[in-house]
């Protein structure tokens, strides 16, 4: 079983940045491959950036250029940096850790770009 919270959500300006952090409890996190996604009342959860076990990454292309996920194994951790926020990157951003067949999901942190 693997327990996740995130934190690091809240209220920014457009173009302004936040920096999501996920820990994870157990001493297997190194083995999993962690993800960010997001989700909006009424739409369907997205994929926003994910990083392997061999630290490769992937993003949605509506991030690129302006998120950077990362981890840090030794304190069981993964990060989502978010610069250049816009108002659509409005939503609750969840952790997500999967190593075939578990998955697990964080409670999620709202995070909300507005002027």
């Known amino acids: 079983q693997v327990q996740l919270v995130e934190s690091g959500g809240g209220l920014v300006q457009p173009g302004g940045s936040l920096r999501l952090s996920c820990a994870a409890s157990g001493n297997i996190f190194r083995l999993y491959t962690m993800g960010w996604y997001r989700q909006n009342p009424g739409k369907q959860r997205e994929l926003v950036a994910r990083?392997?076990?061999?630290?490769?990454?992937n993003y949605a292309d509506s991030v690129k250029g302006r998120f950077t996920i990362s981890r840090d194994n030794a304190k069981n951790t993964v990060y989502l940096r978010m610069n250049s926020l816009r108002p659509e990157d409005t939503a609750v951003y969840s952790c997500h850790a999967a190593r075939l067949p578990d998955d697990y999901w964080g409670p999620g942190t709202q995070v909300t770009v507005s002027s």
């Open positions: 990083i392997t076990t061999s630290g490769s990454t």
